[in-house]
């Protein structure tokens, strides 16, 4: 199961990476997202691997981004 993204925040890590609204999240670090706690939890890691199913891609991130890359419809 997968989360829609409703919007990417601007000039955010994943915003040039090219993600959109209507794109989904599939995981974090491997683990399956269902909703917004899911994704919540996840995100606190250090490292953060982001399962995203819009051209079957992953994208790694550091704890120097900001956690809340993009706003989940659920």
């Known amino acids: 199961?997968?989360?829609?993204?409703?919007?990417?925040?601007r000039f955010s890590a994943l915003?040039?990476?090219?993600?959109k609204a209507g794109?989904?999240?599939?995981?974090?670090?491997?683990?399956k997202i269902?909703?917004?706690?899911d994704y919540e939890y996840y995100i606190k890691e250090e490292?953060?691997?982001l399962d995203c199913q819009f051209c079957?891609?992953?994208?790694?991130?550091?704890?120097i981004f900001n956690y809340?890359?993009?706003n989940i419809i659920f």
């Open 1 to 9: 199961m997968a989360v829609e993204i409703k919007s990417v925040k």
């Open 15 to 19: 915003y040039f990476k090219g993600v």
């Open 23 to 31: 794109d989904k999240l599939v995981a974090v670090n491997g683990n």
């Open 34 to 37: 269902r909703d917004f706690l």
């Open 47 to 49: 490292k953060l691997v």
């Open 56 to 63: 079957n891609k992953k994208y790694e991130f550091s704890k």
């Open 68 to 70: 809340t890359l993009v």
